[in-house]
């Protein structure tokens, strides 16, 4: 059975997703069954079937098969997938202090994906830094960067938490914009124990290569982010047939 919205609907579910937003029901938090939720929202069943459903929609809440439905740690940067920016800038935009820590920099002879990604046969070396950025402490962010090794020193990389400054300050060059590919993932046997995810824990892989203002592949990157901390989203506009 269809449940149309109206304002019963919409009032239960403004009720109910405030309850989330105010911390009234935990992130982890298991729901009340349906009928109690419906007693306690003072609506029918079918309507707050309904709620739920769009809630699970708006990925506030989710099912479990056998066990119910879980309200879901929401995340602390939520932002259109449209707007480029570095990870600094992003748990900066959360309210977040952001750090690093550091697994390997090494300077490594170019992969022939290297070569595509670059659009270039005259790369020598790449310049190749894996860290793992914290939000408060809290990692939340994997991070695998490559440049040509003549862009940024690569003894200077400790020195600054942003690769998009250090190209800045070496190069003189900005990242004007970036072609991007999503890619959803499972559980990764390293990636996922250092950034504290448990075996049911997502993460959101992206990968990026990032332009100049003159359109010069200049950095890629494979940032594995936790999906209960980052959120993207993009507007989408109705073509004319």
Do not use: W
Not at 3 to 8: A, L, M, R
Not at 82 to 93: A, C, N, P, T, Y
Not at 171 to 176: E, N, T, V
């Amino acid at each position: 059975m269809t449940i149309e919205p109206n304002d019963s609907f919409q009032d239960v579910l403004f009720s109910l997703r405030d309850d989330i937003d105010k911390g009234i029901y935990h992130p982890n938090e298991k729901l009340q069954p349906i009928y109690e939720l419906s007693f306690r929202y003072q609506t029918s069943r079918e309507t707050m079937k309904a709620v739920i459903s769009r809630l699970v929609e708006e990925n506030r809440i989710h099912r479990k098969s056998g066990m119910g439905v879980f309200v879901n740690p929401q995340p602390i940067y939520s932002s259109g997938i449209e707007k480029l920016g570095s990870v600094s800038d992003m748990i900066r935009k959360a309210g977040k202090e952001p750090g690093t820590q550091y697994v390997s920099a090494e300077v490594i002879e170019p992969t022939q994906d290297d070569l595509v990604h670059f659009h270039s046969l005259d790369v020598q070396t790449i310049a190749r830094l894996e860290r793992v950025r914290t939000a408060d402490g809290e990692p939340v962010v994997y991070c695998i960067d490559k440049v040509d090794e003549r862009t940024i020193p690569i003894g200077q990389i400790h020195n600054e938490q942003s690769i998009f400054k250090l190209i800045e300050h070496y190069k003189g060059k900005r990242i004007q914009y970036a072609h991007t590919f999503i890619e959803p993932i499972g559980y990764h046997e390293q990636i996922s124990d250092i950034l504290n995810c448990g075996l049911e824990q997502s993460l959101l892989l992206l990968k990026q290569i990032h332009y100049t203002e003159d359109d010069e592949p200049i950095l890629y990157s494979a940032n594995y982010f936790r999906s209960d901390a980052f959120q993207f989203h993009v507007v989408r506009s109705r073509m004319d047939e």
